[in-house]
């Protein structure tokens, strides 16, 4: 008999692979005959778009858009988990506590609003890579943003995640790796629990 749905988090910066990673999460899940669902944070849904539109919040206000977003969805989540898909999704509650904080904001107080509204994933991954690496894979050199100013940003927002996925858990898997060998880590994972 096929197992639960599992509910999987994939977070990393941008260049860490999390998109390549999770369609191939995707087609394996569904080689073994399992109903799949990718999604991903901020949403397409109006609170979503709001926050990804708009340049002049506050960090407060933003934190608290990410989380409004991520209510709604988790509640989405929950409904795909309970019609029997499992659920791959881009970016989660780490993300908030991750780029919020590096904008100063307190990671306890983070957590405690996204406490609320979140489940705990049952594979819950941070993709780490060194954000030179990462900047050279999504080829963003000379944008507005020196890079850098983007790296000195980008390396803080890792150590914040390190910190983070030490205190909540999260699998920390050596993104720099080839993309194969981190997708065998993640299937590893992945059979554990099915
Ligand atoms: P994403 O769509 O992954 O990146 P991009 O627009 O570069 O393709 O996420 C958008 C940005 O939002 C990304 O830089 C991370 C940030 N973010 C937060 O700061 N907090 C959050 O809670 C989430 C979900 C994303």
């Given at each position: 008999m096929m197992s639960s749905p599992i509910f999987i988090v994939l977070e990393g910066i941008d260049g860490s692979g999390k998109t390549t990673a999770i369609s191939k999460i995707g087609e394996y899940l569904e080689s073994l005959g399992r109903k799949v669902m990718i999604t991903m944070e901020p949403t397409k849904g109006a609170i979503g778009k709001l926050v990804a539109e708009t340049?002049?919040?506050t960090p407060e206000s933003e934190a608290l858009l990410f989380t409004a977003d991520r209510a709604c969805h988790t509640k989405e989540i929950s409904e795909c988990l309970g019609a029997g898909y499992d659920v791959i999704c881009d970016r989660y509650f780490a993300s908030t506590l991750a780029y919020q904080s590096v904008s100063g904001l307190d990671r306890d107080w983070l957590y405690s609003i996204n406490s609320k509204v979140i489940r705990e994933p049952d594979v819950h991954i941070l993709l780490d890579v060194d954000p030179e690496i990462s900047l050279t894979r999504v080829g963003?050199?000379?944008?507005?943003?020196?890079r850098f100013e983007k790296l000195d940003y980008l390396r803080k927002v890792r150590d914040s995640y390190l910190g983070i996925a030490k205190a909540y858990g999260l699998t920390v898997l050596d993104?720099?790796?080839n993309e194969g060998d981190v997708l065998m880590d993640i299937i590893g994972m992945i059979d554990r629990r099915i």
């Open positions: 340049d002049d919040l963003k050199r000379g944008e507005k943003v020196s993104a720099s790796r």
